[in-house]
Antibody, heavy 118, light 110 residues
Framework: EVQLVESGGGLVQPGRSLRLSCTAS????????MSWVRQAPGKGLEWVGF??????????EYAASVKGRFTISRDDSKGIAYLQMNSLKTEDTAVYYC?????????WGQGTLVTVSS | EIVLTQSPGTLSLSPGERATLSCRAS???????LGWYQQKPGQAPRLLIY???SRATGIPDRFSGSGSGTDFTLTISRLEPEDFAVYYC???????????FGGGTKVEIK
């Protein structure tokens, strides 16, 4: 069974950093692109970015709203994808979901809440 | 960047009725890279349709997708109680690679 579990969310002050983790199981992690999507309270879904599998170079793509501040990485030996978030803004407050696949994430974690507030 | 506009914003229907949800793109969606998701309160999104018309694994056949170019439709043939939720369309753009979601359609019980 495919399982994705996000962790690392919490309350953080504007301008600070936070790293989220997405721990995967039930599939060959290294074969898949991994995506991050967020949802602000009461709002719709917003794509954050994805990381390709290493067979596709392990490169990343980001939404304009987070480019230069957020970094996605992966550790295939541990089956974990990371979202490093720097220079956080109040508008980054959201539930962050990781998903398997890049084009149409089919499997998702339950999300982790990030609250950016002073 | 392609913008996806979903309509209506809210659809009020009764169980057993047919639901028709629209997703319109500001530019043509290449290779029908269009998907549909269902989301219930407090839950992660669930992929229903990919490639505009292919059902994802385990999705009942009352859900169907159609369309091409700039106009896409999600149809739920007969609403079951568990189908009342918010539905999002999503496209994958290749240049630059990115995903875009529509604003969502809420299907509520009338």
């Amino acid at each position: 069974e495919v399982q994705l579990v996000e962790s690392g969310g919490g309350l953080v002050q504007p301008g600070r950093s936070l790293r989220l983790s997405c721990t995967a199981s039930g599939f060959t992690f290294g074969d898949y692109f991994m995506s991050w999507v967020r949802q602000a309270p009461g709002k719709g879904l917003e794509w954050v970015g994805f990381i390709r599998s290493n067979s596709y170079g392990g490169t990343t793509e980001y939404a304009a709203s987070v480019k230069g501040r957020f970094t996605i990485s992966r550790d295939d030996s541990k089956g974990i994808a990371y979202l490093q978030m720097n220079s956080l803004k109040t508008e980054d407050t959201a539930v962050y979901y990781c998903g398997r696949d890049g084009t149409w994430p089919q499997f998702w974690g339950q999300g982790t809440l990030v609250t950016v507030s002073s | 960047e392609i913008v996806l506009t979903q309509s209506p914003g809210t659809l009020s229907l009764s169980p057993g009725e047919r639901a028709t949800l629209s997703c319109r793109a500001s530019q043509s969606v290449s290779n029908n890279y269009l998907g549909w998701y269902q989301q219930k309160p407090g839950q992660a999104p669930r992929l229903l349709i990919y490639g505009a018309s292919s059902r994802a694994t385990g999705i009942p056949d009352r859900f169907s997708g159609s369309g091409s170019g700039t106009d896409f439709t999600l149809t739920i043939s007969r609403l079951e109680p568990e189908d009342f939720a918010v539905y999002y369309c999503q496209q994958f753009g290749r240049s630059p690679p990115s995903l875009t979601f529509g604003g969502g359609t809420k299907v509520e019980i009338k």
